[in-house]
């Protein structure tokens, strides 16, 4: 089953740049599991952004592909 394309171009840009900047947050802090939980959320963010598709906003029932 393929995930339908629901991430619009705003969005994916956000989540590209939310993604390098915890990956880059993931170094500086201290805590071992800050890092990994940094590393989760930013690796999440980034493949949504290049898949172009979120599973969160199927269940929410939002396409942000049609904003303007």
């Not at 590209?16 to 989760?40: C, E």
Request: net charge positive.
């Amino acid at each position: 089953m393929s995930m339908p394309k629901n991430v619009g171009d705003k969005d994916r840009t956000l989540r590209l740049v939310a993604g390098t900047v915890l990956i880059i947050l993931s170094f500086i802090v201290a805590s071992t599991f800050a890092k990994i939980l940094l590393t989760v959320v930013a690796l999440v963010l980034l493949y949504t952004s290049y898949t172009r598709s979120c599973p969160a906003y199927v269940l929410l029932k939002m396409d942000t592909t049609k904003d303007g």
